[in-house]
């Protein structure tokens, strides 16, 4: 742990992976920085796994380069440094859960204690269990239990989430808020722009394999977090549309508006009082799905 | 005093000293061939067919004739390295081979990949729970020929014979792991089956060279199972004309053979998981 202040957890330079003429992630660089909290956020098949997997060295890039504390990612110092979530690994179903802790506990050398890393994932009472008998959620967890049973100063938390109901989600951020707490550099990816807000001090917004935006939660939400008008006109004008205040974007398709705003009463109040004919009016939240197209666009 | 001091020394060592491991004996490949032994005897139906099998056919074949002889020897003693070889051809290609193209359909290995765990480890558990399961089956077995069809070899012998097994068992071993890496989960038993029955037959394990159709016989001196068993029988009194040493080239040769294509379908795999 003899780190210059320069050395960054986990970089990515230039990053690229294609396989034939399909382009996965294209030229994505990332960083996090000692103790910082960075969420990987976009829709499914953004690139935020394989992303996550090139910085890990577990998938060969086209180009590029990653670093983990500055040495190979594949490296043993590397590896003792790293805790690792991933999704979909899948465990051996006729082991107990203490079993496979206390495996995963010899592979480092200063490893938390077995009941540390069991209670952080709430499995207390789950230690005798084999691994084929535990709920997703349960599963989910004892993936926590071994990306921090030993004593990680980097975790990769890969859709970390998945399968847990709400509950035991909150309950699941405030550990990972306790991992950040305890001075620990955290990436992890999401498709919740919730979860994303909830736990990161930095977002990088990915989609189609590129990056479309980067910020606090708070700069990304506002970029991101609009709503859309939506009614049915007769007759409109496009310029006329663009023109109300508000409006950041409109669509026109078959007599049906799409605007989208972040002042969604302004606008409303103008289009009212406005010539438009306005029949079927509604107002929604934007998906974020929808907000990742107009990022990208 | 003197144990005063080293008690204070001690407790300064376990608290402060956060350089040293957190206890003393961690190693992880010990704890890893122990994860490998419980995840194999936790799967009923693979114990079942490693330690009663062997033993439903020693009493339905052997047992009525087991005061014939047969090459010389009691056939008692003659069938010790036949279903010897069986029982650790059997444990060597299933063990740890088969459950190789399971984790792999689940993606465990790219997790424990992603550990400091090292290959070694991971594949020195797996044949060191491999040879502990054979030792296991194989030893199971002859309790059970002495009990049920008294026969005996004098405790030296048992022994000699229980080493040659082991011997015996690495190239099924290698098999083993060529065959779970070339092949999807779904398909590896049975493809191991189909190895491994005719093999055993071709082989003369369950029928005598000497009693074997034409055309196996033709066949037999070029297969692994057929000199893993010369092993045993020259071991007994009962061996071929050929020498101990050419059987043994034999098995280190199929040996080489099988860990060289287990290397070969392991970076196929690799080029697959990390390309």
């Known amino acids: 742990m003899s780190d210059s202040p320069q050395t960054l957890p986990v970089s990515l330079e230039h990053a690229s992976k294609r396989y034939g003429a399909t382009t996965v992630v294209d030229d994505f660089s990332f960083e996090a920085r000692p103790g910082e909290t960075v969420a990987l956020l976009g829709p499914n098949g953004a690139g935020k796994t394989t992303s996550i997997s090139m910085m890990l060295g577990l998938k060969h890039m086209t180009s590029g380069q990653a670093r983990i504390f500055d040495h190979m990612p594949t490296s043993t110092e590397a590896r003792v440094r790293t805790g690792i979530m991933l999704q979909e690994s899948g465990l051996p179903a006729t082991l107990k859960v203490r079993e496979i802790v206390e495996l995963f506990s010899r592979f480092y050398p200063h490893p938390i204690s077995n009941a540390e890393a069991i209670e952080a994932a709430m499995l207390t009472d789950k230690t005798e269990r084999r691994i084929a008998d535990l709920s997703g959620g349960e599963r989910q967890r004892l993936y926590f239990a071994l990306a921090i049973i030993g004593e990680p100063d980097l975790l990769f938390l890969d859709e970390p989430t998945v399968g847990m109901d709400v509950t035991a989600r909150g309950i699941f951020w405030d550990r990972i808020r306790q991992m950040h707490a305890r001075g620990k550099t955290i990436v992890l990816t999401t498709h919740y722009l919730e979860e994303a807000d909830a736990l990161a001090d930095r977002i990088v917004v990915m989609n189609k394999g590129v990056q479309v935006a980067e910020g606090t939660p708070a700069e990304i939400k506002a970029t991101v977090m609009g709503k859309v008008v939506r009614f049915h006109t007769p007759s409109v004008n496009a310029a006329t549309l663009r023109a109300l205040p508000g409006v950041e974007e409109a669509t026109l398709t078959d007599h049906t508006v799409e605007l989208f705003t972040r002042t969604p009463e302004i606008t409303v109040k103008a289009l009212l009082n406005g010539p438009t004919i306005v029949q079927d009016l509604e107002v929604g939240g934007g998906t974020l799905e929808d907000a990742f197209v107009r990022l990208t666009a | ?275």
């Open chain 2, 1 to 275: 005093m003197q144990s005063g001091v080293s008690t204070t020394a001690t407790v300064a060592a376990s608290v402060g000293d956060t350089t040293q491991p957190r206890h003393g004996n961690r190693s992880a490949l010990l704890y890893a061939v122990y994860c490998e032994i419980m995840k194999t005897i936790r799967v009923p139906m693979f114990t079942v067919s490693l330690f009663v099998l062997p033993a439903m056919l020693f009493s339905l074949f052997v047992l009525p004739s087991i005061h014939e002889t047969q090459n010389g020897v009691a056939v008692g003693n003659y069938t010790m390295p036949s279903f010897g070889i069986y029982v650790v051809m059997m444990a060597g290609v299933f063990s740890s081979g088969i459950p190789i193209a399971n984790e792999r359909g689940m993606k465990w290995n790219l997790l424990l990949r992603a550990t400091p765990m090292k290959l070694r480890t991971y594949f020195a558990s797996k044949v060191i729970m491999s040879l502990l399961i054979g030792a296991a089956a194989a030893t199971f077995f002859f309790i059970f020929a002495r009990v049920t069809g008294g026969v005996d070899l004098g405790i030296a012998m048992w022994l000699k014979l229980l080493g040659t097994l082991l011997v015996a068992m690495l190239p099924f071993i290698a098999l083993g792991l060529l065959i779970g890496y070339a092949v999807g989960p779904q398909a590896a038993a049975g493809v191991a089956n189909l190895i491994v029955l005719p093999l055993s037959f071709m082989s003369g394990l369950f029928i005598p060279y000497d009693s074997l159709p034409h055309f196996a016989r033709q066949i037999a001196p070029y297969l692994p199972a057929y000199h893993a068993g010369q092993l045993g029988w020259h071991l007994i009194g009962a061996g071929d004309d050929t020498s101990v040493a050419v059987h043994l080239l034999w098995v280190a040769g199929y040996t080489l053979v099988f860990v060289a294509g287990a290397i070969w379908f392991y970076r196929r795999d690799e080029g697959k998981t990390f390309g």
